[in-house]
């Protein structure tokens, strides 16, 4: 059988041309999404000018408020219960009415407004390197002043939470070494007792023996203080370094009979 080469670069060019035209087809279709996308966005940026033309004490009452209300965020402790009213809890009763009016509407520029302001700049540091979850990013693409805030409220229930819990760890570690180190001494006590208890017996029986009160003083000086010397016994007693060797070593030796 013999291969037409002419038909295999026929077929060819016509896959080649079908793949062409439907990456063609495919790049059209991302571009007119894409511009669909940004004509929406400069719509509602044409928009949010407009509104600003018409009323720019508005905005600025605003941004004012939300600024406000992020700073309170920011030095409070907000939880899940209090999210809701924490960050409002400094807003005037008209404040709180202007806001209510002007959270769903779309304003361009909240965010950097927002964190222009020095106090609340700083304060965003400082909890991120305390190791708050602070998405810069997703937060400048909030445009409403009420979704804006919640967010801000929510980074920061997150990193009270979390801080909570690492208080609540620490504390528990201390207490956990305080009741360790308590048990630690009373072990010790307890040991201490014993072992005095057990000195005392030993005392009590060489004196039974008729042993010497004096031997006997040697003896409960080098019980006592392990770490004390010969010489240091024989200085406290009043008497020579060979006296004391020779006193502990007759004791030693009763011990010695007396366990046999």
């Known amino acids: 059988?013999?291969?037409?080469?002419?038909?295999?670069?026929?077929?060819?060019?016509?896959?080649?041309?079908?793949?062409?035209?439907?990456?063609?087809?495919?790049?059209?279709?991302?571009?007119?999404?894409e511009i669909s996308r940004k004509e929406k966005e400069l719509k509602m940026e044409k928009l949010?000018?407009?509104?600003?033309?018409?009323?720019?004490e508005d905005?600025?009452?605003?941004?004012?408020?939300?600024?406000?209300?992020?700073?309170?965020?920011?030095?409070?402790?907000?939880?899940?219960?209090?999210?809701?009213?924490?960050?409002?809890?400094?807003?005037?009763?008209?404040?709180?009415?202007?806001?209510?009016?002007?959270?769903?509407?779309t304003v361009y520029g909240l965010h950097n407004s927002v964190v222009s302001d020095i106090e609340v700049s700083e304060s965003i540091d400082t909890l991120k390197d305390e190791g708050m979850k602070y998405d810069g990013r997703k937060?400048?693409?909030?445009?409403?002043?009420?979704?804006?805030?919640?967010?801000?409220?929510?980074?920061?229930?997150?990193?009270?939470?979390?801080?909570?819990q690492k208080e609540q760890a620490l504390q528990i570690a201390q207490l956990e070494l305080a009741v360790q180190s308590n048990q630690d001494?009373?072990?010790?006590?307890?040991?201490?007792?014993?072992?005095?208890?057990?000195?005392?017996r030993k005392i009590n029986a060489l004196l039974t023996l008729g042993v010497a009160p004096k031997k006997i003083e040697a003896y409960k000086l080098s019980l006592s203080n392990p770490d004390m010397s010969m010489t240091d016994i024989a200085h406290k007693l009043g008497k020579d370094r060979v006296t004391i060797y020779?006193?502990?070593?007759?004791?030693?030796?009763?011990?010695?009979?007396?366990?046999?």
């Open 139 to 164: 937060q400048r693409h909030k445009k409403k002043p009420g979704e804006y805030v919640e967010n801000m409220a929510s980074f920061k229930v997150l990193f009270d939470v979390v801080k909570k």
């Open 48 to 56: 949010s000018y407009l509104c600003a033309l018409s009323n720019p």
């Open 246 to 260: 020779r006193w502990l070593k007759d004791i030693t030796a009763i011990e010695d009979n007396a366990s046999m």
């Open 59 to 105: 905005k600025e009452k605003t941004l004012s408020l939300t600024t406000k209300a992020v700073k309170t965020i920011m030095t409070s402790e907000i939880t899940i219960e209090n999210r809701s009213e924490e960050p409002f809890k400094d807003f005037t009763e008209e404040d709180k009415e202007f806001f209510d009016k002007k959270k769903y509407s």
């Open 1 to 33: 059988m013999q291969y037409n080469y002419d038909d295999t670069e026929e077929v060819e060019g016509a896959v080649d041309a079908t793949q062409q035209a439907q990456d063609t087809k495919e790049l059209a279709l991302k571009k007119i999404v």
């Open 185 to 200: 001494k009373n072990d010790y006590r307890l040991d201490r007792i014993e072992e005095e208890l057990i000195h005392q």
